[in-house]
Every structure is written in structure tokens, then in C-alpha cells.
């Protein structure tokens, strides 16, 4: 994201949070506007001590069939904060004309047969400190005293019984719908916090300490892919260290010689001998970039006849008068680089001709892969060196190298049976010697859009 003023948070776990608060407002909101809008369209109950007719009722009826001695009792216990009831004296009141409350009670008091021939007086007083106004009944000859206050408010208790569940239950509806979202964005957010620190620290710390792979599945598929990928970047920058740390080894020798042989001066200064470390030097400076550009190679795949290919490199070889015989499929056709795979081949053999004095060369079909075999009857490589000896630069000893071989023929072969997806192993040769096996797959887009199989090495 630019630098730009936004008014969205800058991080993904702000940015997550936030749309869960708007969303949730706007649930709000949806929710508050249909209440409004499907709220049921009875009218407002109208201002007046008539919703409080039966209570008044009740009580005139109760405080009559009530002895003397108890009606004190009787009309404070039925006394509330909206209706107070009294025996004695009428309630202090500043009359306000309001002539249709009044009428609407004595209606409704009147229409109770015990109440017909009693005197009623009602009136409606100013408002009080709460800002209502009251209602009065006396009836004088009765005792009986009521005072009920107007409004509605009386009903908010009975209001919140209905709505205060219903607003708890929203409420907390919210809250546990919060705290999950925010605590699964929270849980989805970790990795990928971790993963951009192991990005960052990976930078500058080459040593790949793989992230552990946890969360969703499209994040631990991140992670699996980050450690591959770690891994792969490791491995290349240690094998291009290695390489130049060998370079820079195997230079020094001729750079040392060189520089005495200038130095002593006499037969050892001749021109020859220091051409020769030249050559020797250049060699070995071409040979490793030589391979560093073959790792990146992009030459086209094409349908090749593998048995013509082999066949045409060990004529090469024999008609410089080495001991080569070849024996093959005809008609084996394989999709490879031919280029690479005459390559492959050419270091396979030049390995066996330097190490042995015999060597057989066989192409033939197994299953859906092409096999090419290069045995000889040298000394072999044992099998714990079997690894070591695929490294850039690697010989198995001083007295084998002689030939100013650079240790780099294998690890080339090994790269391009990679590159193609194939399979390298060494065994033994019977009676004696190494037989190299190489099984390239006929068509290895076949097993495109998988991800490459690690390649057996014995
Ligand atoms: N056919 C073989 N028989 C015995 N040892 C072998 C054979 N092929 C390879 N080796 C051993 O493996 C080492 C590595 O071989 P590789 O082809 O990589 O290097 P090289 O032949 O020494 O040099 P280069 O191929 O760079 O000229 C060799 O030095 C040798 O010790
Ligand atoms: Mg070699």
C-alpha cells in the first residue's frame, strides 16, 4: 500500500477488524430501522388515570368490604408510586379543567352497579414536581381518597419486561459475534505476521529455520511453499559458495607456482611452464563458468531419438581410437534437450575412458523411461562417496586428478537429469568398474502441473 492518506488501517488485521465493525453498525442499524418500520401501528394509549380504572376499581371495592379497623392497612398496602390511597382527608390539588379524563373514569366507575349511588367527585390536578399531572376521586362519605397519577409512565416497567430481553439477547449476540470474528481474525492474521518477519529476517539470515506450518489451509500451503522455497534459495547460495571457495582453492596453487617460477627465474621461468599454469587456470575458470551458465539453461525440449543420439556421441569417442561399444534400442524416441542429454552422455564416457580402458555404453526402454548405462572396468566409486562426488568440484583423490580434471563432469550430468526429472545411480560394475544408470522419463511433461519428485541418487 502507498504512503497515501487512507482512511482504511494500514495493517491486514486492522484492515479485517474494521469491516467487521462497520458490518456489525450496519447490522445495527438494518435491525433498529425494521423494528421502526414493522413496529405494530396501534395508537398510543391517550393520557389519563383510565388505564388505572380497574386498580381504582379494585381498590374502592376492597377498602368497602374491608372492616374499619384494617382499611388504614388495606389502602396503604394497595397504594403504589403511581396510586396512593388514603381513609382520611383529600389529597392537596390545583384543580386544571381537563373535563374529558374526569368523564371517561366516572364512566367507567359509574357503570359498576356498588358505585351507582355513590357520590363521586373527581378532578384533575396541576403538575407535580415530576411533571404530572394526577387524578382525584374522593369519595367523602365513603373514606376512600385516590390519587393516580397521569401518563403512560406507568407502563415502562411493563415495556422493558417485553423489549429488555429482546435487547440483552441483540446485545449480546454482538458481543460473542465481536469476540469471534476478532479472535478468528486474530488467529488468521499470526501467520501471516510471522511469515512476513521470516520474509524479512531471511534477508539478511541465509540459514532457512523452516516456519511452522499452522493455521488455514491456504496459509499452511504459504508456509510449506515459503520452507520450499527457503530451502531451494539455502541450498543454491551454499553450492554457489562452495563453488567459489573450490575456485578460489584450486587457483591458488598455479597463482603460487606462477609467481615463483617469476620469482626463481632460470628453467622454471620458461615460457612453456608458465604458459602451461596459465592454461591450467583458464581451464578452471571457464569450466566453472561453463557451469554456472548450464544451470540456467532454456534450451528447447524437442522428440529425439535417444539410441541415435548416444550412439552418434560413442562414435565421437571411437573415432578418436578410445574402447567404446555401444549397444541400444532403435526407434527409442524421448522428449529432452539434445544438446544437454549429448553433453550428459559425452562426460559419462570421458569418465569412464579416463578412469577405465573398457567401456560399454546401453540405451533400451523400461516402463515409460528411456535407460542409458555407461560402464567401465576402472577402480569404481565407493558407495559412501557416492553423494560427494556429484558436488561441484569434488574428486575422490589427488592421485585420480592428475588429468587436471576439475571435479565438475558429474555434478553437470547430475544437473541435467534433474532438470529432466530423471533418476542417476551408481552400482558395480561386474568384475570391476562403475556402471552409471540414467533413467530419463519418455515424456516428462507428463508429470507437469506436480511438483518435481526428489531425485534418487545411489
Ligand atoms: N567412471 C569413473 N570411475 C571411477 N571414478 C570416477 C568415475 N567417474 C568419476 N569418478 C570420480 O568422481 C570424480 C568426479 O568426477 P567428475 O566427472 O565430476 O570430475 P572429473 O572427471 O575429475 O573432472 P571434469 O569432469 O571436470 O574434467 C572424479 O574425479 C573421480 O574421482
Ligand atoms: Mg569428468
Same mark, same amino acid.
Given at each position: ?31 433498529? #430501522? ?13 393520557? @389519563? ?41 383529600? #389529597? ?12 371517561? $373514569? ?32 374522593? %369519595? ?52 501471516? +505476521?510471522?511469515?512476513?518477519? +521470516? ?40 553450492? *554457489?559458495? *562452495?563453488? $567459489? ?5 584450486? $587457483? *591458488? ?27 591450467? %587456470? ?8 561453463? #557451469? $554456472? +551458465? ?15 543420439? /548416444? ?27 539434445? /544438446? ?20 560399454? /555404453? ?15 572396468? @576402472? ?5 559412501? %562417496? ?18 587436471? @580434471? ?19 545411480? #551408481? ?8 556402471? /552409471? ?10 508429470? *507437469? ?10
Amino acid at each position: 500500500m502507498t504512503d497515501r492518506f487512507s482512511l482504511l488501517p494500514r495493517t491486514v488485521y486492522g484492515q479485517m477488524v474494521a469491516i467487521v465493525i462497520s458490518s456489525m453498525l450496519v447490522t445495527i442499524f438494518v435491525v433498529a #430501522f425494521l423494528v421502526v418500520a414493522l413496529r405494530p401501528t396501534v395508537p398510543p394509549l391517550p393520557e @389519563g388515570p383510565w388505564p388505572n380504572a380497574l386498580a381504582i376499581e379494585t381498590a374502592i371495592d376492597a377498602l368497602r368490604a374491608s372492616p374499619t379497623a384494617t382499611r388504614d392497612a388495606v389502602a396503604r398496602g394497595m397504594s403504589a408510586p403511581d396510586m396512593q390511597i388514603q381513609t382520611t382527608g383529600p #389529597f392537596p390539588c390545583a384543580r386544571i379543567p381537563t373535563e374529558h379524563f374526569s368523564v371517561l $373514569l366516572r364512566r367507567i366507575l359509574k357503570a359498576q352497579p356498588d358505585n351507582r349511588d355513590a357520590i363521586i367527585t373527581e378532578s384533575t390536578c396541576a403538575a407535580d414536581s415530576s411533571g404530572m399531572t394526577s387524578t382525584h376521586i374522593d %369519595m367523602p362519605r365513603e373514606g376512600i381518597f385516590i390519587t393516580a397519577h397521569n401518563g403512560i409512565n406507568h407502563h415502562l416497567p411493563q415495556l422493558m419486561r417485553t423489549t429488555l430481553p429482546l435487547i440483552v439477547s441483540f446485545l449480546s449476540l454482538l458481543v460473542i459475534m465481536g469476540t469471534l470474528s476478532l479472535w478468528s481474525l486474530w488467529r488468521i492474521n499470526r501467520p501471516l +505476521k510471522v511469515l512476513a518477519n +521470516k520474509a524479512d529476517t531471511f534477508g539478511h539470515d541465509i540459514t532457512p529455520e523452516p516456519l511452522t506450518e499452522q493455521g488455514p489451509l491456504e496459509l499452511r500451503r504459504v508456509a510449506r511453499a515459503f520452507n520450499r522455497m527457503q530451502a531451494r534459495i539455502a541450498a543454491a547460495t551454499e553450492e *554457489r559458495t *562452495r563453488m $567459489l571457495m573450490a575456485i578460489g582453492h584450486d $587457483l *591458488r596453487t598455479p597463482l603460487t607456482r606462477l609467481s615463483m617460477r617469476i620469482e626463481m627465474g632460470g628453467p622454471d621461468a620458461a615460457p612453456a611452464a608458465l604458459r602451461n599454469d596459465l592454461w591450467l %587456470m583458464n581451464r578452471m575458470l571457464n569450466g566453472a563458468l561453463s #557451469f $554456472l +551458465k548450464g544451470q540456467g539453461d532454456t534450451e528447447p525440449a524437442e522428440r529425439v531419438d535417444i539410441g541415435a543420439l /548416444v550412439e552418434s556421441v560413442c562414435a565421437e569417442f571411437e573415432a578418436i581410437g578410445r574402447n567404446v561399444t555401444y549397444q541400444g534400442d532403435l526407434g527409442l524416441t524421448c522428449l529432452c534437450q539434445p /544438446v544437454a542429454v549429448a553433453r550428459m552422455v559425452n562426460n559419462l564416457i570421458d569418465n569412464a575412458c579416463k578412469f577405465g580402458s573398457h567401456v560399454r /555404453v546401453d540405451t533400451r526402454r523400461h516402463d515409460n523411461e528411456a535407460i542409458i548405462e555407461v560402464a567401465d572396468n @576402472g577402480p569404481g566409486i565407493p558407495s559412501e %562417496m557416492h553423494d560427494i562426488v556429484l558436488l561441484p568440484f569434488a574428486r575422490l583423490d589427488p592421485a585420480r586428478s592428475a588429468d587436471g @580434471g576439475l571435479g565438475l563432469g558429474l555434478s553437470i550430468i547430475h544437473d541435467i537429469v534433474q532438470r529432466h526429472r530423471g533418476t542417476l545411480t #551408481f552400482h558395480h560394475n561386474q568384475p570391476s568398474g562403475l556402471r /552409471v544408470r540414467i533413467a530419463l522419463p519418455l515424456d516428462p511433461h507428463g508429470t *507437469r502441473g506436480r511438483p518435481p519428485e526428489p531425485h534418487a541418487v545411489h
